[in-house]
């Protein structure tokens, strides 16, 4: 029997479905009504319902205090050195796409931006600030808030977005893992009124990942370990790194060593022996 994979529905039909779900979901606030859509968007958009969100209603993209903001910046420093020559090639890789960068703490709060954004765009311009929160719970479902709270890369396109205001941004996501296994923020593309990408969550998910070993790399060691699995050559940013200090203890490694090795988050590793 001969089979063919489905071809993704065309602009035009995507937009339909993605109405479609907006009307099933979130105007007749059916418990039971199939969203038709991505999982994680269903369940974001019922998070949003939770909360009192009305998808009509205008938002504010507000800043949070200057204290908070400073305050943000100095806790993640770490995170901003490693994320700042991966963006600065990211956004030079999307030169031409309409795309911009966003990089935020794990509460969603904007730690920096990079790339093309038109400031002349006040739809552009209102969430491509530093100190501006993009949380599920400050501005609904987006790339920013569904990244953190499901723990998972992710794309949205126009209506997926939770608000009707939103509805004019794409976005890509991914989360951001730190050598002790927490999530510590996350990577953001997004573009306004443009052409739907959604290869880019590819793109974010490897930038993330660059950004991670970094991290991992940031941390006091003595000897670096590179692991990968069996058939695969080593060099590349799905190596597992495992850092070891002069006495043999794991001072750091990413997620696929932890992956390769069976190893719960940092406060567990232990001794290299082990």
Known sequence: MNSHPQSPPSHPQRLALI???????LDTRDPNAPAALSPWIDRSWRRCLGMGFNPHQPIAFDAVTQSAVRNAIDANQPLLRAAAPVIQSLTRAMANTRYFAILTDANGLVIDVNGPVDRHNPQAASIARVGVDLSERAVGTSAIGATLAELQP???????????ATSV???AGAPIWG??????????????NVVEQP?????VTQSARSIENALALAQPHRL??????PGQSLGGDSDGLVCVDADGHITGLNRPAADMLGIAPLSHAGHCTD
């Open 19 to 25: 109405e479609q779900a907006r009307k099933s979901v």
């Open 154 to 164: 992710v794309w949205l396109h126009r209506g997926e977005h939770f608000f009707d």
């Open 169 to 171: 941004y794409s976005c």
């Open 179 to 192: 050598p002790d296994g927490q999530c510590v923020g996350m990577l953001d593309l997004t573009g306004v």
């Open 199 to 203: 290869a880019l969550k590819h793109l």
């Open 224 to 229: 670096l370990l590179s692991l990968n699995w």
